[in-house]
């Protein structure tokens, strides 16, 4: 994993020269339209401020759970034994990067999502929300974690999402067979070189022409950017648009030449 002060000079080299945020100059219609309705929001979606809330709560949350840590860890603590609280700070995507994932389940409306890595179930939340027909698998290793991201969804009144709690290894096979094909997978968990494209190389052949990849934390260390550099490389990928924090990757037949935009978010 990068230090902090590596992972700050990376993330101003990616400010310095990234897209416009605006869009203007971008010659792909499909990446203007991402950036004008995904990024930015002129579409208006307004997420439901109930999230948020429970976000507030999870915050101030002084419940000890003992974790067992599937992933590369956390960059804040390692030890085994968490508060809620302490979780929804260090693990959880921030209010922006989530309220992203759900305008853009509300912009291409996938009908059939994957996420690896539930924590306390806040992008999931998000993605449930904004799609609520959707059929949403989400799948978390720690049970202690997993029980609350299942009390939060009861508290959201979310009924589209079935938890499955277990590592991805073990799980990930089952899960997409049920969904049998992936509109969108969200990857935020397990984030090393060799597991990230075992499960790019798993979700590939039930993915289609307008399922949507994304990956987490694609510069938090030197495997990710290498698993991120070979994900972008594989010939069945067509665009990829790089918002630091988040990669999203699109396979559109129809977008002849492959491109890769890195834009500022
Ligand atoms: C960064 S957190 C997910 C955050 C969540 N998506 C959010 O932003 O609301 C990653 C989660 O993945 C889980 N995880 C990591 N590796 C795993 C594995 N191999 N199998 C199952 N769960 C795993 C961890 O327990 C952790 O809760």
């Not at 067979?177 to 190389?201: C, K, V, W």
């Amino acid at each position: 994993m990068h230090s902090s002060f590596q992972l700050a000079k990376k993330y101003l080299q990616y400010y310095l020269s990234a897209s416009n945020s605006k869009g203007h100059g971008m010659h792909s219609p499909f990446v203007f339209q991402f950036i004008l309705h995904v990024l930015n929001n002129h579409s208006g979606y307004q997420p439901p401020i109930k999230i948020e809330n429970l976000r507030r709560q999870l915050l101030t949350d002084n419940r000890l759970l003992e974790i067992e840590d599937l992933g590369a860890g956390s960059r804040v603590a390692s030890s085994k034994k968490r508060t809620v609280r302490q979780l929804a700070k260090a693990a959880l995507k921030p209010k922006k990067y989530a309220q992203l994932l759900y305008r853009l389940v509300n912009y291409y409306a996938p009908e059939t999502i994957l996420e690896l890595g539930t924590s306390l179930g806040v992008t999931t939340s998000y993605l449930s929300a904004a799609n609520p027909s959707a059929k949403i698998f989400t799948i978390e290793g720690s049970k202690a974690v997993a029980a609350i991201a299942r009390e939060n969804f009861e508290k959201l009144s979310l009924k589209n999402i079935e938890l499955i709690q277990g590592s991805f290894d073990e799980h990930l096979t089952s899960a997409i067979h049920q969904l049998s094909s992936i509109d969108l997978a969200y990857i935020d968990g397990n984030h090393r070189y060799e597991p990230t494209m075992r499960y790019f190389h798993q979700l590939l052949p039930h993915l289609h022409n307008y399922s949507i990849l994304i990956f987490d934390d694609i510069h938090w260390s030197e495997e990710m950017e290498r698993a991120w550099e070979e994900i972008k490389g594989h010939t069945s990928v067509r665009y990829t648009i790089d918002v630091f924090f988040l990669g999203f990757v699109f396979f559109r037949q129809e977008f002849k030449v492959k491109q890769h935009f890195c834009i500022r978010f």
